[in-house]
């Protein structure tokens, strides 16, 4: 059933205005379509991609650099299609992914789900064929980490959904990595380690504030099942381990000091904010759970900015 809606729409969970429609039967629009790749998520999953190809000790052609980035953002997107596929009556559920083109029908089920398997499959024989197919086989793997084993059988199943599941967006700097040199080594395993213990607190802090949401449809998140204190604590545990590890590239000789002052910092603030959230208790359905929000907030920009800073070492060495 299709949904009017008004130019001055808010924009979806993936930072997509709505496109206004008139009625019932209109075609879906390129907006619509780019919505289902999930952009706003794209965009973090590109940039770590693009250092992890930087940060790597050979270079490749601009040309195949740019391929092997394509590759990687249009899996990325078929995977978030084929998440919304599939997860389309939850979505319709949720306050926070109500707007997305499944729920409000401005797309079909069978569309999106086609429409994911193209990207999903392209990117990874594009890849495959003009990148070099132990690239490819990485790509495919996150893929299906994300679309089946995180969406399908994780997150309906346990609390722990986002622990297992993080690995489904730690594997762009090691995609990247392996383009621009044929091989994993220790590095790239550590940049896909730090995104991996990065995603618990970061998903857990947002979880915290639209724990109802999960609750409505049945999603068994961390604040659901365990508890706001349980999650508070783990927030906690995690970033204390994301410390050490986020500075472990220098400790291996794998960057310089201006990325390792720079994880440092960042990750000392990482952890002081993650530690105002695990120490405070929610004040009432009044509370407006700012310390919460703020460490999600700086949950993004940490990741930008310590990737950055890898990339801003590898270029003053």
Known sequence: MNQTLTPTAPLTSEGVAP????????????????????????????????CGLIAAPERIHPVLAFTAILCIAVGAGGAAALN??????????MKRTAGR????????????????????????????????????????????????????????????NIVIGGGAGAFPPLIGWVAATGEITMMPILL??????WTPPHFWALALFVKSDYAKV???????????????????????????????????GGAGLVYG????????????L?????????????????????????????LFALFAALVVDRMVV
């Not at 879906?28 to 965009?43: H, I, N």
């Not at 086989?137 to 346990?158: E, F, M």
């Open 19 to 50: 496109r206004a429609t008139t009625g019932a039967n209109v075609p879906a629009g390129w907006q619509d379509f780019l919505a289902l790749t999930k952009p706003r998520v794209m965009s973090l999953v590109v940039f770590t991609a693009i």
């Open 84 to 93: 919304q596929w599939w997860e389309a009556d939850l979505d319709a559920g």
């Open 101 to 160: 083109p499944l729920p409000t029908g401005r797309i079909g089920r069978t569309d999106a789900r086609d429409f994911g398997m193209a990207l999903a499959g392209g990117s990874v024989f594009l890849m495959g064929f003009a990148i070099g197919w132990l690239a490819a086989a990485i790509l495919a793997v996150s893929i299906v980490y994300y679309a089946v084993i995180y969406t399908i059988w994780l997150k309906p199943r346990t609390p722990q």
């Open 192 to 197: 896909f380690a730090i995104i991996f213990f």
């Open 218 to 252: 049945g999603i068994p998140m961390m604040p659901v099942v365990a508890g706001e204190r349980s999650t508070r604590r783990q927030i906690l545990a995690y970033a204390l381990l994301l410390l050490p590890l986020s500075v472990a590239p220098w400790w291996i």
């Open 261 to 272: 002052v720079s994880a440092a910092l960042l990750s000392l603030l990482f952890l002081a």
């Open 274 to 302: 993650s530690a105002r959230v695990a120490l405070r208790e929610r004040e009432g359905p009044e509370d407006t759970m700012k310390p919460e929000k703020q460490l999600f907030a700086y949950s993004v920009i940490y």
